[in-house]
């Protein structure tokens, strides 16, 4: 019986190469010999990405339910999991790029990775006035950070350094591995130079050695003008550092507080404007104070009504191409009582036909 191999890895008939990809290393890693897992299960696995991984194989067996590489059917001679060697069976199947990212399991993976400390991410809170006119924040974060006392050498001042006996320089490690797939070539850091190459001859007394330890560190964050509600800001070189490489990044996810009055639409700001019954059948000149505290006169027209838009131009949020509007929303506020010389006089304007 001809075996789905979709349902092996998981995964639906139209996933895309990626998936089928990313599908295979969960299972690969879960179930490989080496870390304990079911070797039958294991080499099923591999069998049905060998197929699914190769776009020819894969429309033969969507088509015939088998494949034709060789003259050979899947399942049924294909791929024998018992005499499995490594990836030359496979032709220009490239274990190493499927392996890559797993870690302890394969050693590291047969490629270098570049070297670089962890990206951190913060959360901070501004106010909506903060978030348009653009601010700056001071924060103290506990991370791990270069030493100053040893600008990051791990070593002791005056002192020079040595080339690292283990690694004779290199700052990595190869290492061979035999497995089911055959012979792994694989290359990690130096643990005893922690990747330099070269060792102080003697050690930084404040970092002992690492370049790097973990300390408290006040940080300026600057908020650009315009921002919105969760948008991040990368820091570079503010996240992690590690000995002998570039820091991470910082990335600041900024929550903006709602404004009572003010919301944000592109570049522009939006507000309410009540303004009497009357004010709005007459028109009159209302005092408006913006976002900055200023305070600018804002006309409103006779017979303006409910819902009419004013718009005062450049008085928005500042943007790259200009500065957007004020849009002021009129909002005609009803008395709550009349009183018996109002209601003659709306009744004089009734008879008036208004």
Known sequence: MTKDYYAVLGVARQASKDDIKKAFRKLAQKHHPDKGGDEAKFKEITEAYA????DKKRREYDSYGRTFAGGNAAGAGGFDPNNFTGASQFGEFDFSDIFQGFGDVFGGGGRRQAVRGRDISIDIEVSFKEAVLGAKRSVLLAKISQCE??????????????????????????ETRNSILGTFATVRACSDCEGAGKVPKEQCATCHGHGVLRREEEIMIEVPAGIDNGEMIRLPGQGEAVKGAAAGDLYVKVHVKPDPVFRKEGLNLVMDLPVKMTDALLGSAVSVALVDGKNIEVKVPP??????VLRVRGKG???????????IRVSVVFPKKLSSRARKAIGELKEEGL
């Open 51 to 54: 197929i699914l991984s190769d």
């Open 149 to 174: 006392v040893c600008a990051g050498t791990g070593a002791k001042k005056g002192t020079t350094m040595d080339t690292c006996a283990t690694c004779g320089g290199s700052g990595r490690i190869h």
């Open 303 to 308: 017979l303006s009504r409910a819902e009419e």
């Open 317 to 327: 949020v500042a943007g790259s191409a200009g500065h957007g509007d004020l849009l």
